[in-house]
């Protein structure tokens, strides 16, 4: 059995999903982010759109200006709190979701770990965001990469949110 399952309690989800939310508020809503975001042209980072290329974060790049650039390496340097606040807290959902459906062993029991995914997917993309910034004016090589680490990122997403769904539907169905 999977580690992630034998302490996966309902207690400790609430104080994961208690964490990720006031973790994610915090970093989303006070610091590098609202700052660069209300510089950002329609106030939409990079990160948060499919099939940006290197190009158009050029662009972005040379939008936000200097102070702009500087808060941006900053912020996704504090990215990395995503996938973990997030991914940590899917994580012990899941477990907890197919530990109550009565899965302990076997290969669902490893579902849990689909979380583990976002933490390489993000610190790619944040690392590739953050390198352009620093060389801007200079075009980072690595930014032609971005459409496929944005999509990768938003494919693991979906799969947790998927992953958590049909343990949920499971569970569900299991009890009726």
Same mark, same amino acid.
């Given at each position: ?71 941006? +390496? *900053? #912020? ?9 606040? !997030? $991914?940590? @807290? &899917?994580?012990?959902?899941? =477990? ?19 979380? +583990? *995914? #976002? ?9 590739? !965001? $953050?390198? @352009? &910034?620093?060389?801007?004016? =200079? ?38």
């Amino acid at each position: 059995m999977p580690w992630i399952l034998q302490v996966a309690t309902g207690r400790r989800v609430l104080a994961a999903a208690a964490t990720a939310l006031v973790g994610t508020g915090l970093l989303f809503g006070t610091g590098p982010f609202p700052a660069v975001q209300s510089l950002a042209p329609a106030g939409v980072l990079p990160e948060e759109q499919l099939g940006y290329g290197a190009d158009e974060l050029h662009a972005f790049l040379g939008a936000i200006g200097p102070d702009g650039r500087a808060a941006y +390496v *900053l #912020f996704q340097r504090l990215d990395i709190l995503t996938p973990l606040l !997030l $991914g940590g @807290a &899917a994580m012990f959902l899941i =477990a907890w979701l197919l530990r109550r459906g009565g899965t302990r062993a076997g290969p669902g029991a490893w579902l849990s770990f689909v979380p +583990v *995914l #976002f933490l390489p997917t993000e610190v790619a993309e944040d690392f590739v !965001l $953050g390198r @352009a &910034a620093r060389l801007y004016p =200079a075009e980072s090589s690595l930014s032609a990469a971005l459409p496929v680490l944005t999509g990768a990122k938003f494919a693991v997403m979906a799969l947790m949110a998927v992953v958590i769904a049909g343990c949920a539907l499971r569970l569900a169905w299991r009890k009726d």
